[in-house]
């Protein structure tokens, strides 16, 4: 159980082109979804926070208007990688966390990633 | 704020061995959790094992186990019997329940199992 679907794989695409990425959970409801940028060889960095039906809290340094992140249900939420460049080109993968009695077993069931390659 | 520490950036050991993988960190909370999860090279994270902060006994899972030392703030994992599955980037991760639940993740430690 606790599985979470991250949409595309891998996606290699012009400069300037908008890239949106998918995450899903798909047997349980997602209270909270986070973002992450892993870069090669280094850790995963929080971009941002969102909770169903409310605006995403982003983290220090990251623009809220090249990736824009919605959570419109309890079991999808999307990034929106705007106006790509090849300085966006990175690893960047989902998380899905579900009720608060839960969270300490597990607390964040993570996607597979998606490597997005802009040329 | 909370701060990992992975001092090993990179770690190998020879298959069956034993080798231990360190993890410091710091906060001023006394209620939190500590995790590692695996990396391998498929880049899928991989929860390892847990530890809660009040709990003196020292978290286990199969080859897999902790020495959590509260006091001087450490929390290393040791795996035994490696095995060249266990090759991967090993993150440690600290988490400060009822919050945000965000997870702050180490720098991470690059181990490679040889046959």
């Known amino acids: 159980g606790a599985v979470v679907s991250q949409h595309p794989s891998w996606v290699i695409c012009k400069s300037g082109t908008s890239v949106k990425i998918e995450c899903r959970s798909l047997?349980?409801?997602?209270?909270?979804m986070f973002w992450y940028r892993q870069f090669p060889k280094q850790s995963l960095m929080l971009m941002a926070t969102s909770n169903e039906g409310s605006k995403a809290t982003y983290e220090q340094g990251v623009e809220k208007d090249k990736f824009l992140i919605n959570h419109a249900s309890l079991t999808l939420s999307t990034l929106t990688v705007t106006s790509a460049h090849p300085e966006d080109s990175s690893f960047y993968i989902c998380s899905a966390s579900w009720d608060r009695g839960r969270r300490v077993n597990q607390p964040q069931h993570f996607g597979d990633g998606t490597r997005l390659s802009i040329l | 704020a909370q701060t990992v520490t992975q001092s090993q950036p990179e770690m190998s050991v020879q298959e069956a061995e034993t080798v231990t993988l360190s993890c410091t960190y710091d906060?001023?909370?006394?209620?939190?959790?500590l995790f590692w999860y695996k990396q391998p090279p498929s880049r899928q994270m991989i929860l390892v094992i847990r530890q809660e902060a009040y709990k003196q006994q020292n978290a286990t899972e199969n080859r897999f186990s902790v020495n959590f030392q509260k006091a001087a703030k450490s929390f290393s994992l040791k795996i035994s019997d490696s095995q060249l599955g266990d090759t991967a980037m090993y993150f440690c991760?600290?988490?400060?329940?009822?919050?945000?639940?965000?997870?702050?993740f180490g720098t991470g430690t690059r181990l490679q199992v040889f046959p």
């Open positions: 991760a600290f988490m400060k329940p009822y919050n945000t639940d965000k997870l702050i």
């Open positions: 047997d349980f409801q997602a209270t909270t």
């Open positions: 906060t001023s909370e006394n209620n939190y959790y």
